[in-house]
């Protein structure tokens, strides 16, 4: 077994696609509409799906803003350089909502960024 996507719904598909793409430099894999059902799917990843896992953004077209709850915590994406890549986010448009630094209670080195619907992303310094 392999994890295949993690899915979250959005509220504004372009914007999504513009901050997971432009900003995070992942490829939009597929995106298709679905008219009946009055919803689009979009997968982006830093890979082919058979490989690597995926994010699936939903839109339904009726809904421009979720609320989050408290239950959601947050996607990993590991980074060479992480104060590079916060400094690349934030002149890109990006929010950086906390700042690159050790973990609380630890040494390895995190920073957080948020989406356009407010999802966290956390990027955590990997040294290989």
Not at 57 to 77: F, P, Q, R, V
Request: charged content about 25%; aromatic content about 8%.
């Amino acid at each position: 077994m392999r994890i295949l996507h993690t899915m979250l719904r959005v509220g504004d598909l372009d914007k999504s696609l513009d901050f997971y793409t432009r900003v995070l430099g992942m490829q939009l894999l597929r995106r298709k509409d679905y008219p009946e059902g009055k919803f689009t799917l979009a997968f982006v990843g830093y890979g082919p799906e058979d490989t690597h896992p995926a994010l699936e953004l939903t839109h339904n077209w009726d809904t421009s803003k979720y609320e989050l709850g408290n239950a959601y915590g947050h996607i990993a994406l590991g980074v060479k350089d992480i104060h590079g890549t916060c400094d690349t986010i934030r002149k890109a448009g990006g929010k950086v909502v906390r700042e690159p630094g050790p973990m609380k209670h630890g040494t390895t080195v995190i920073a957080f960024v948020e989406d356009p619907d407010g999802y966290r992303v956390e990027l955590i310094q990997q040294d290989t």
